[in-house]
């Protein structure tokens, strides 16, 4: 599954999280968060991941991941993943394709 990792000195990349089972791909966006997370919904087809206990671990302000999610106190890394429903609740799927774009023209943007 594709995501957007989200650096706190605004670095956006796209990241690959393994696995085929929701536990498998939960292992591993533990792995890249550095512990639990949390959901932050960006709408109906997205969701921004964050370290559950990024504020007790005293980790940097992410001001990018604040901007993308309008949300007033993110910190440490963040993901953007998508979001897909099933008969069973909400699944996360591939980021999608508006937040990989915004990344790239960011990108391009700095590079200037």
Do not use: H, W
């Not at 953007?80 to 790239?104: K, N, Q, S």
Request: glycine share 8%; with cysteine; proline share 3%.
């Amino acid at each position: 599954m594709k995501a957007l990792r989200i650096d706190t000195d605004g670095k956006m990349q796209a990241v690959n999280i393994a696995g085929n089972t929701v536990s498998d791909q939960n292992d591993s966006i533990y792995e890249l968060l550095d512990g639990y997370f949390d959901i932050v919904r960006l709408g109906a087809d997205a969701a921004m991941l964050v370290d559950d206990e990024g504020l007790l671990k005293g980790l940097p302000e992410n001001k990018m991941a604040m901007m993308i999610a309008d949300y007033p106190m993110l910190v440490g890394t963040a993901l953007i993943v998508g979001v897909m429903g099933t008969y069973d609740g909400d699944v996360f799927c591939d980021c999608p394709e508006r937040f990989l774009r915004f990344a790239d023209r960011v990108r391009q943007i700095k590079e200037k």
